[in-house]
C-alpha cells in the first residue's frame, strides 16, 4: 500500500493493470474504476454537506473505497443520504449513458460498457448486506428505530442471511458456466469485510462509551431519548439499548412501577467505573 496525499493504492493493480494489458482490455478496467470513482466522490460531496470529516480514499483491485474519519456518522439520517448518494449517481450515469449512446457510435461498446458498470455498481450496493451501501442504509434506518446495537445486530443478521443467497446463487452460476467464479468471489469479499466490519461496530460502541460525556457538550443540541427501567436491569442490559444519536434519560421503577429514581446517561457511564456492567443498576443508587 502506498499513500499519496489522501489516497491509498493497493499495490496488488499494478499486476491487475498488466493483465488488462496483455488481455487488451485495459479500456474496460479504467473505465471500471472511473465508474467507482464516481460513485465515491457522490458519497464524497454528500459527506461534505453534512460536515462529515474524510481520511481519505483507498483504490483497491476490486475498486474505490471512500475512508469516513473515526470510521461513524453521528446522524442516521445523514448516513443514509451520504450511502444512498453512491447508487443514485449511478443510476443518473446510467441514464446519461443511454443518452449519448447513440452520439458516440465509434466508442458504443465502451458506452454500453459504461452503462453495465454502473448498472453492476448500482444493483450490487442496493443488497442489504453491511458494509454494502444498502446495508449501511438499512443499519442506519433500524439505529434510528432501535439504537446502535440492535440496529447492528439485525443488520448483521439480514447481511448472513443474503450473503448465503448469493452463495446459492454463485453456485448456481458456477454449476451451468462451468467456469464462472465472479459470484462465489463477490460472496467472498462480502464475508471478509462483513466480519471486519463487525469489529468497527465493537470499536464504535466502545468509542460511544468513552466519549458519552462529550457528545452532548460538542453538539450542543441533540435529541433525548428515555427509558423506563426496573432497578434489578443489569448494567449491560441497559448499554445495549444506547445509542451515539441520542442521550438518554433513565426513569428506574420500582415494584409498584414508580420512578424511584432519573439518572442520565453521563450518569450511569461514570458509575460503570466504579462498578461491573453485569452489575444490577441497583449499585450505582448509592452513588447518585
Known amino acids: 500500500m502506498i499513500k499519496i496525499g489522501r489516497v491509498y493504492i493497493n499495490l496488488l493493480i499494478i499486476p491487475l493493470l498488466f493483465a488488462a494489458y496483455i488481455t487488451s482490455s485495459l479500456s474496460e478496467l479504467c473505465m471500471a474504476y472511473i465508474t467507482a470513482t464516481l460513485h465515491e466522490l457522490a458519497h464524497l460531496f454528500a459527506a461534505l454537506r453534512y460536515k462529515v470529516l474524510i481520511s481519505g480514499f483507498v483504490i483497491m483491485p476490486f475498486g474505490v473505497c471512500m475512508r469516513i474519519k473515526d470510521n461513524k ?99 448456481y452460476v458456477l454449476w451451468i458456466t462451468r467456469f464462472n467464479v465472479s459470484v462465489m468471489l463477490l460472496c467472498t469479499f462480502l464475508i471478509f469485510n462483513m466480519s471486519a466490519e463487525k469489529k468497527n461496530n465493537e470499536l464504535t460502541l466502545m468509542r460511544q462509551l468513552f466519549y458519552s460525556k462529550r457528545k452532548l457538550s460538542s453538539r450542543e443540541i441533540m435529541p433525548v431519548r428515555e427509558l423506563a427501567v426496573t432497578k434489578g436491569i443489569s448494567i449491560r442490559n441497559l448499554l445495549k439499548n444506547f445509542s451515539y444519536d441520542r442521550y438518554y434519560i433513565v426513569n428506574v421503577m420500582n415494584s409498584k412501577m414508580q420512578i424511584e429514581r432519573t439518572l442520565t446517561e453521563t450518569q450511569i457511564i461514570d458509575g460503570i467505573s466504579r462498578t461491573k456492567k453485569d452489575a444490577d443498576l441497583d449499585k450505582l443508587f448509592d452513588k447518585y
Not at 453492476?120 to 449501511?136: A, K, M
Not at 434506518?141 to 454463485?170: C, E, P, R
Open 73 to 171: 456518522i453521528d446522524n442516521p439520517v445523514h448516513e443514509c443520504i451520504i450511502c444512498m448518494a453512491g447508487p443514485l449517481a449511478n443510476l443518473a450515469l446510467i441514464i446519461v449513458g443511454f443518452l449519448v449512446r447513440d452520439y458516440l457510435l465509434a466508442y458504443k461498446e465502451l458506452v454500453d460498457f459504461f452503462v453495465c458498470s454502473n448498472a453492476s455498481i448500482f444493483l450490487i450496493n442496493t443488497i442489504p448486506i453491511v458494509p454494502l451501501d444498502g446495508g449501511r442504509v438499512l443499519r442506519a434506518a433500524l439505529t434510528a428505530k432501535y439504537g446502535f446495537l440492535k440496529a447492528s445486530k439485525l443488520s448483521h443478521i439480514i447481511s448472513q442471511l443474503n450473503i448465503v443467497l448469493i452463495g446459492f446463487f454463485g453456485i
